[in-house]
């Protein structure tokens, strides 16, 4: 199983940035892929997740509103777009295959969003 996470880089306040996280021997209608990000100095956080099949989605409470998870089944591929971003949302964002960290085994390595004016 492999996960790569990408779409990331430097946008000014207010911006907008999506993410990929492309999964390779991990079918997208089995099990959940996971957002998380960790921003310097603080401790992972999670900020949403799809679940295999039925496509639910999960969002931690503070990340409602500015963040959207998507999947395309064809590329295999899971999405975090971000909108209105501020310089707090600054961190390493990665992909996992659990909607809690705490239980997935296979974690991408991560990409920067750096918000800054």
């Known amino acids: 199983v492999q996960l790569q996470a990408s779409g990331g880089g430097l946008v000014q306040p207010g911006g907008s940035l999506r993410l990929s996280c492309a999964v390779s021997?991990?079918?997208?209608?089995?099990?959940?892929i996971g957002w998380f990000r960790q921003a310097p100095g603080k401790e992972r956080e999670g900020i949403s997740c799809i679940n295999r099949g039925d496509g639910d989605t999960y969002y931690a409470d503070s990340m409602k509103g500015r963040f959207t998870i998507s999947r395309e089944y064809a590329q295999n591929t899971v999405f975090l777009q971000i909108h209105n971003l501020e310089p707090e949302d600054t961190a390493v964002y990665y992909c996992?295959?659990?909607?809690?960290?705490?239980?997935?085994?296979?974690w991408g390595q991560g990409t920067q969003v750096t918000v800054s004016s």
């Open positions: 021997g991990f079918p997208l209608n089995y099990g959940a």
């Open positions: 996992a295959t659990h909607c809690d960290s705490d239980y997935a085994e296979y």
